[in-house]
């Protein structure tokens, strides 16, 4: 069966720290990847989505950068990060987008002071 | 840009009661989801449909996609306190696009 980590669970940084979130998905090959962000109760805006290796789409501009350094691994980064960036962050796995049931991970609580 | 807009916002209801939340759009969506988070979870499928008019049941849920495939409706029938949750509905515009979620209602269901 296929799971989707992500760590860490919650975070606490200054501004103008680096991020670094990882996710990384088993039991599945070549799986759409993607992250998402959700303020307080509200929907998700998607941030970054991979279709594969190295693939990366960024659906707003932003403070932060994604990678795909392996098939099953992507990574949400920052070099200095923004009071505006906190929030929770949710990583996502699809077989293909536009139909398919995207998997969520448990998120990362990102709070930044 | 395709919006999807979620009503109400906040529902608080009595164990046993009878609700419905709504999805709405103007622009039209190949397919809709609808997905069920609790608090610091990540976000679970209920159900996908993807044919205007198209109802679905899971239970005590009925999922409904309009004619025109601009808006969706959740009907939970006799709702109970592990009904309780963010639910978000999400559109794809064409397949091979990615989902847009909508706000999301919250729901309460007191015992």
């Known amino acids: 069966s296929q799971t989707i980590h992500q760590w860490p669970a919650t975070l606490v940084q200054p501004v103008g720290s680096p991020l670094s979130l990882e996710c990384t998905v088993e039991g599945t090959s070549n799986p759409n990847l993607y992250w998402y962000r959700q303020a307080a109760g509200r929907g998700l805006q998607l941030l970054f989505y991979?279709?594969?290796?190295?693939?990366i789409s960024s659906e707003v501009p932003q403070n932060l950068s994604a990678s795909r350094p392996q098939d099953r691994q992507f990574i949400l980064s920052s070099k200095k990060l923004l009071l505006s960036d906190s929030g929770f962050y949710l990583c996502a796995w699809s077989v293909h987008q536009g139909l398919d049931e995207q998997y969520f991970g448990p998120g990362t609580r990102l709070t930044v002071t | 840009t395709q919006l999807l807009e979620q009503s109400p916002q906040f529902l608080s209801i009595q164990e046993g009661e009878n609700l419905t939340v709504y999805c709405n759009s103007s622009s039209v969506f190949s397919s809709l989801q609808w997905y069920r988070q609790e608090p610091g979870e990540g976000p679970v499928l209920l159900v996908t449909v993807v044919t205007g008019g198209e109802v679905k049941k899971l239970k005590r849920l009925t999922f409904q996609f309009g004619d025109a495939r601009k808006d969706s409706s959740l009907h939970i029938t006799a709702a109970q306190p592990g009904d309780t949750g963010l639910y978000l509905c999400?559109?794809?515009?064409?397949?091979?696009?990615?989902?847009?979620f909508g706000p999301g209602t919250r729901l309460s269901v007191l015992p």
């Open positions: 991979s279709v594969g290796i190295g693939q």
């Open positions: 999400a559109g794809a515009p064409n397949y091979g696009q990615n989902f847009v």
